[in-house]
C-alpha cells in the first residue's frame, strides 16, 4: 500500500452545526455525539455456553452546544419558546470537515428541542470570552 493513499484522521476542530438546513454558527463545542444500545441476556435451557443477547432500546444522551456569545439568539428565543410552552421541535446536523473546509461526516439528530441553557459566567478581573451552553433533547442520530 502506496503511503500516499493514506488518509490522516479528520481534526476535531473543524465543525458547523446547523438547525432546519441553516448554519446557526460557530461553536467552541459539541458533545453527547453517542448512541447505546441496551442488551438484554436470555438464557435457554439446556444452551450452557452462553446466554443469548437481546436488542433492546437505543438511548442518545442530550447534545451539549457551546459557544461565543453574539448579537445571534436563535438558541436563547428558542429556549424561551419551550419555557413558554411551545415546543416547537427541530431536525438538525453537526457536520465534521475536511481540511479543505468540505463536508467530510454529516450526524444528523431529530426532533430536538432545548432543554437547559446556560449563560456566561461573568468576572470583573478575567479576559475570557463570554460563552453560552445550550442543551438539546432529541430522537436520534444518523451519520451521513
Known amino acids: 500500500m502506496a503511503l ?4 490522516d484522521p479528520y481534526g476535531a ?6 438547525l432546519e438546513g441553516l448554519v446557526v454558527g460557530g461553536f467552541a463545542e459539541v458533545s453527547g455525539l453517542q448512541a447505546e444500545t441496551e442488551v438484554e441476556e436470555y438464557r435457554e435451557g439446556g444452551v450452557n455456553e452462553h446466554p443469548h443477547k437481546l436488542r433492546k432500546i437505543t438511548r442518545y444522551p442530550n447534545l451539549v452546544l457551546r ?12 429556549y424561551r419558546d419551550v419555557i413558554a410552552g411551545t415546543v416547537s421541535r427541530r431536525n438538525g ?7 479543505e473546509g468540505n463536508p467530510a461526516w454529516r450526524m444528523e439528530f431529530s426532533g430536538a428541542f432545548p432543554v437547559k441553557w446556560e449563560g456566561p459566567e461573568l468576572k470583573a478581573d478575567g479576559n475570557t470570552t463570554a460563552i453560552e451552553k445550550v442543551e438539546l433533547v432529541h430522537n436520534g442520530l444518523k451519520v451521513e
Open 13 to 18: 476542530f473543524r465543525f458547523l452545526v446547523e
Open 93 to 99: 446536523a453537526v457536520i465534521l470537515m475536511d481540511r
Open 4 to 7: 500516499d493513499n493514506r488518509k
Open 67 to 78: 459557544r461565543g456569545i453574539t448579537d445571534c439568539r436563535v438558541l436563547w428565543e428558542w
